[in-house]
């Protein structure tokens, strides 16, 4: 599911088992939507659904988080019926689930529906069993998961046969959001699929915390450090990973066969050698958890929720083309460097940095700033979770022909990006749709061309549809009296009931409960009820044009017993405070009239998160425990404000059902302050901030904590508690102060004498170290020469020395080989140094070459003799001429044990020859060739 500012955005869903369709009345009050719209409710009654796909026959599919797919015959269908049960396979927990559906555009001839899921097993085999023990804790370790892209046969009642045909298992996912999210079919035929990093949304992620995945450089298991670490949410970069590294789904969109799951021909990795990657079209993404086609082109539009900072909405200007674009992800959030992976120091974002950077979002909005100025949809916690354009068959008014609508579940609103005049969503026309929806999950459209979108937390799938101008009517039902004894004669009112339009209205009415609206059909109305009975009477007033609305009142005649059972949560009590990691136990217990004490097998549990960003609340579901009267749980780990919940659910024997008030549960606390020395400088803690400033955290929470360097003339020296410049800390239980220590920064300018040496000659690295801070020379401080073969990832330190008053240092090497160096000022409690930049000194052979007699006369053999330095015996020199102006051949001698070569010269011909001797490259020194030296053979009478 998408992450609400770092966490996960799911929310507490009903408790409801079954599902029915109406077009009558939401359990929710319906969105408030622009004049002439109106926001109804098609299917209610799901549990906890996360997405749906509508078929060209009517059909709607529905997938629930917990595995399970419904199907309605059309959205007047009543009843449900199960498509497939994938409860097994399915690991529900937290943000993991089945997340994405979607049906193949020629069914029923194609009668396959598509199902994409969180993968229960474990690494090695095994599963979780929708939980995650500690050890490893789900913020901690982690319960480390696959996901699966499946497809399903469908018989002519939408009922799955043949089980479930995995067409693609894969992925590797740490952490319990950022999971999979939405497959869809595009314009080409492909079918397209989306997933998350996988990773921490606590702290920064690099593989440090046992690499389960095997990111490289290091296997499974062990931790990865920076710079080189190139896993967690660096997974979704993996398509820059050098040749023969794993390459990691996470992060991306695939493009694959919906037939194999394999890699579509043209893909923009359509000639590696990595299957993985050749599914990629798109990468350098956290959260892609919904995206969308264009109508009418190839263009996909993606939802990428964010982090501390930004959401996104990315666009893939052509999803069949040869190019792949990188969002940027996690070294970029929305169009700026991510603080935090910035501050890491890692290299994988420090050459993207560099070198091509990030595909740049579309349109981004900041978690502190409202998309629409005086929208009214709250601050702070956002997670971008729907995304769908108008086609064209609606009819909504002109003006949102082609408008791109984009939700944030966690903010529950909706916002339509009208269409600019170069036919693209125009940025700055964006106006707010839909307003207190409730934890909209997915858009799409449906039937006539509207807008449909799934509310999680209450079960339901609503439309938003446009009345021409038509404003829906309000019920107002009033009854007197409301209880009494029976038999009780009750008068119904609806009179006050209104039409925004002064349309007349129609009226229906149900008293007897029965659920249909057969009763009475003017605005007043009398009924007895003669025994003892609670009823829950219903008004349904239509304008003329089919616009309705209902309002309930309840009447009790008598001492109807109750048939809801009665809950109580036992333990634990309200004052507990509880910190990260702790072991909190909960117990409760239930009765019913009719069945007396309830067992454990009629109790279910949720837990769930409050997180409150700027006093605003949005609920994370954690974890449900069924069938149980007591159990435990690990107290996650999130940011600060937040609090847990938890409900206790009873059904008796008939299926009444009651769910307990919830139990709130605060954390216990600590905050923690954040300075520099000198004060006033920056520093990281989820964002960047001016010293001193202090944070209010959970106790046992993971935070990472970053000192920016440099900044201005000062350079990062050390914190406080010793560890390095972007390091992570547990929250202690007592109020901690950490400082970190800036000192006065140096520059260096450095240069070598030489690119290429001789054997035995010497090279000079020299540097000039000035301060940042006046720009004069820094004196009498110890630098640090240091040289490594090329291509080594080691230094090795080579000598000591300080500079003159003039800030110079110089060095005087004779390397026997090729060499890399570089000088190295590690500074001190004053002055915080720099490395030099590195320099390459190639290490020529030296080739000597001497005639045994320079002058011959004809037909005398004469030897040219010589040895290379450094010693080479066994390899070879190659004897060179010069003919005609240029070098030619003369032959190859080996050297000998001593490195030492002849060969031997015999001319008839008098006057002056050029030998010189060639000594190819070799892997530690470059190639050389000794002084040209002149054969002159005389004429016989000389």
Known sequence: MPAATGATATGAATAATGATATGATSTAAAAAVPSGFSDDVVIEGLNVPTAAAFADDGRVFVAEKSGIVKTFDSLTDTTATVTADLRGPVYDYWDRGMLGVTVHPDYPAKPYLYVLYSFDRKPGGGQWGDACPTPPGPNEKGCVIEARLSRLTLNSNGVATGGDQPLLTGWCQQYPSHS????????DGALYVGSGDGSSFTFVDYGQVGNPCGDPPGPAGTDLSAPTARGGSLRSQSARRPAGDPISMDGSILRIDPETGAPMPGNPFAGSGNAKKRRIIAYGMRNPFRFSFRPGTSE?????VGWHRWEEINRIPDAADATAENFGWPCYEGRFKQPNYDNAGLTACE???????????????????????GDGCGTGGSSISGIAFEDGTSDYPLGYRGALFFADSSRGCIWAMRRGTDGQPDPSSIELFAGDVVRPVQLLLGPGGDLYYIALDVGELHRISYNDGNNRPNAVANADPTSGPAPLTVRFDGTASSDPDSD?????????????????????????????????AKLLVTDPRGLSDVDTVTITAGNPPVEEPTVTIDTPRTDLTWRVGQTVSFSGHATDQQDGDLPPTALDWKLTQQHCPDGVCHSHDVRMFR?????????????YPSYLELRLTATDSEGNRTTSEPLRLDPRTVWLDFDTRPRGLDLVVEDREQTPFSRRVIVGSRNTIAAPDPQGYYRFARWSDGSARSHEITAPATRTTYTAHYAIGTEVRSWHSARFITFGDTVRVKGTYTRTDTGGPLSGVSIRLVGRPPGDTGWQTVAWKQTNPNGVVVFSQKPTRNREYR????GNSTYKGVTSAWHRVAVRQRVRAFFSDPTPRPGERVRLFGRVLPEHPGK???????RDGEWVAAGTRQLSSESRYRHDVRWDRPGDYYYRVYRWRHHDHAWAVSPVRKLTVRWRHD
Do not use: C, K, M
């Open 351 to 373: 050459s993207l940095y560099t070198g091509a950077r990030q595909n740049a979002p579309y349109y981004t909005y900041h978690h502190q700033n409202e998309v629409v100025a």
């Open 876 to 882: 070879w020199v190659r004897i060179q001429l010069l």
């Open 180 to 187: 999979i999210g939405t497959v869809a079919f595009g314009p």
């Open 300 to 304: 996909i539009w993606v939802g990428d």
């Open 504 to 536: 007349a209205l129609s009226y229906a009415w149900d008293l007897d409960g029965d659920g249909a609206y057969d009763d009475a059909a003017t605005p007043t109305a009398t009924r007895t009820y003669p025994t003892d009975a609670r009823v829950r």
């Open 627 to 639: 069938s149980a009267a007591s159990g435990s749980f690990i107290a996650p780990d999130h940011s």
């Open 823 to 826: 000088l190295i000022y590690h």
